[in-house]
């Protein structure tokens, strides 16, 4: 299925930064935003401006609700392969690496605390701080012959940051087996274990995922808002507190306009208006 693409603006084409820049913005239509990974001569490594540009693009949408749905992609073959070692070697102080790696943690921090979902379009390889973006992503898709790993074991370097996203991600000996390895890992055993939602030829890659996020962005945007944020925050709640909090958020769900206009059209066999409130 072949889904236009369309400015929030008044013109035709998407708004694409230039070139020269590390992150690639298109706005797109239903307020469906694409962020690309713009080093494909790297395979999108992540380096520290890179970073801080990413940061960037999510806190200028933090408050700005057009944007209803972020797809997180990377120029070229690859998605990302993670750190950029050479600008780690070559930048030996323990200052610069103690800013890069907690610099990566605020980005994987902005991406959870996002008020609007998160889909990672994944095609090549994601490895180590790459598998890391897949696993923070609130929505995985990817490409049948992609690949995932977290090989930082093998150079001597334990992929430490990743471990926060990947163990919240899949079962701990999933994750365990993949750090203490560093094996490569195909797209099918990554929807198997539950890295990633699905994996699809990669001709089908781009639609699939943009047929997805419409059918998120035709959501409330207060709705998923509010979804998000208590998905999140019940994670770390034991079972009792976990229930207490979603009954309290649950009960003020309902004070919305969007869940009152949403529950009459569904009793009334309806399409949803929703005002976003």
Partial sequence: MDIALTSFADSDQPRVCPETDLILRDELEHGIVRLTMNRAEARNALSLEMIRQLMTQFESMAHDDKVRVVILAGAGPCFCAGHDLKELRANP???FHGKVFSLVGRLMLAIADFQRPVIAEV???ATAAGCQLVATAD???????????????????????PMVALSRAVSSKHAMEMLLTG???????AERIGLINRAVPASELTNTTMALA?????KSIQTLKIGKGAFYRQLDMDLKH???YAAHVMTENMQALDAAEGID????????????C
């Fill in 139 to 161: 929505i995985a898709i990817a490409a049948e012959d992609a690949r995932f790993a977290t090989p930082g074991v093998n150079i001597g370097l334990f992929c430490s940051t």
């Fill in 93 to 95: 102080d323990i200052d």
């Fill in 242 to 244: 976990a229930y207490d």
């Fill in 265 to 276: 059209a569904f009793l009334q066999k309806r399409k949803p208006v929703w005002q976003d």
């Fill in 123 to 125: 095609q090549g390889i």
């Fill in 214 to 218: 419409h059918k998120i962005a035709g």
């Fill in 183 to 189: 094996d490569m890992i195909g797209a099918k055993e």
